[in-house]
């Protein structure tokens, strides 16, 4: 296994101690889960950088990164909500923002097009990331970090619509 594919199931592996953090009755827990949290959101970022750097691409890696992100920011949403932190309909709108693009890509998979990561794709995981770390430690701005969160994810969602309508028109639609 590639080094960037375990730092990618590291990050799914660290998803549930982060969870179950959350939840033990121990002094400090917040800081416990909020540092699990943070050092899955950051082999986020390092897989992606390694596998660049190594020139390590595998279909595991392709699968499964995203997926992992999904598990990541996912789990950590509904222990949030559970917690009473965070609203339902927030995550419905975060996890249906990911199951369309996850349903745009694979539509344009089908159709032998890549759609890679936008700008808004990245900004909107970190300010995901910042959002669940400040919901966790219950720092003073975390609600103005998640309404950046869904606004960007909304926004996100928009822009990948935009781009890459013609995905879903019938093949030899162009518009």
Request: proline share 3%; net charge positive.
């Amino acid at each position: 296994m590639t080094i960037s594919n375990s730092l990618t199931l590291l990050r799914i592996i660290l998803t549930p101690v982060c969870v179950v953090f959350l939840f033990l009755s121990i002094p400090h827990k917040e800081y416990y889960a909020a540092g699990v949290f943070l050092l899955a959101a950051i082999t986020d970022g390092l897989d992606g950088y390694v596998a660049r750097a190594r020139k390590e691409t595998s279909a595991f890696g392709k699968a499964f990164d995203p997926l992992a992100d999904k598990i990541l920011i996912g789990a950590a949403l509904l222990s949030l909500y559970k917690l009473g932190k965070v609203a339902l309909w927030i995550i419905l709108v975060i996890l249906g923002r990911e199951l369309l693009i996850t349903l745009l890509r694979f539509i344009a998979q089908k159709k032998e097009l890549s759609i890679a990561a936008s700008i808004w794709g990245k900004i909107k995981t970190v300010t995901q990331i910042f959002a669940v770390i400040g919901l966790i430690l219950d720092l003073p701005g975390a609600r103005i970090l998640l309404w950046a969160a869904v606004f960007f994810t909304v926004f996100s969602a928009l822009d990948y619509v935009c781009k890459w309508k013609q995905v879903f028109l019938p093949s030899g639609s162009r518009r």
